[in-house]
């Protein structure tokens, strides 16, 4: 089930998911990702296509229609509770970073 296998999301994974809160193609989720993080982060087309098959068959997201070669795909109920779960993760991390290296304060 995607609850155990997705405990944690690859930068890869979390931006893919988050490009799919719009219905995208591949080639679009490709572009998005590398706009959106002012090329930090390259998402070739042989992992895309890979996590693609990986979170239609967990129902993280569904195809939502074909034209041609191209598909179309959108997130989720679950895949949305996925990407809000390592959304709060991450900021736990960050929030201990700031406690524990910056000595903030934890509230």
Known sequence: MAREKYQTLTEQMF??????????????IMK????????????GPGTLYSLLDNFVKERMIIETKIINRKKNYVITSLGAEMLE???????????DYEVLVRGGDKS
């Open 32 to 43: 998005n990702v590398e706009k959106l993080t002012n090329g930090r982060v390259i998402i």
């Open 85 to 95: 779960k390592e959304y709060l993760r991450l900021i736990n991390l960050k929030n």
């Open 15 to 28: 931006y893919i998911l988050i490009c799919l809160n719009h219905e995208s193609c591949g080639v679009d």
